[in-house]
């Protein structure tokens, strides 16, 4: 069982920045892939971006390349979001998900455990 703790969302301008937090419970997080989601009112769930278990490999949806930066600290178990440049359209509720059998990123079914979400809220 892992639990799962989102901090460092809250509300900034447009243009503005803000970094998340995702700490892990246990002894396990290496093994697990970790992605970080996000769900606007109306919306979908959607992947913003995911990191292997190492950290070596990366995935970005399109709409935050160059913006968003996801990196992980195995030692801290916890998982970062650094989010730069941020827009009124990536207002949502952010989630952190881990799966030890994920494939694909962007596919929400493949992650095992979740947080509870933290607001992000970029005002324009």
């Known amino acids: 069982q892992v639990q799962l703790v989102e901090s460092g969302g809250g509300l900034v301008q447009a243009g503005g920045s803000l970094r998340l937090s995702c700490a892990a419970s246990g002894r396990t997080f290496s093994t697990y892939i970790m992605g970080w989601f996000r769900q606007a009112p109306g919306k979908e769930r959607e992947c913003v971006a995911g990191i292997s278990k190492s950290g070596a490999n990366t995935y970005y949806t399109d709409s935050v390349k160059g913006r968003f930066t996801i990196s992980r600290d195995n030692a801290k178990n916890t998982v970062y979001l650094q989010m730069n440049s941020l827009k009124s359209e990536d207002t949502a509720v952010y989630y952190c998900?881990?799966?030890?059998?994920?494939?694909?990123?962007?596919?929400?079914?493949?992650?095992?455990?979740w947080g509870q979400g933290t607001q992000v809220t970029a005002s324009s």
């Open positions: 998900a881990a799966g030890q059998r994920t494939t694909y990123y962007h596919r929400a079914y493949e992650y095992d455990y």
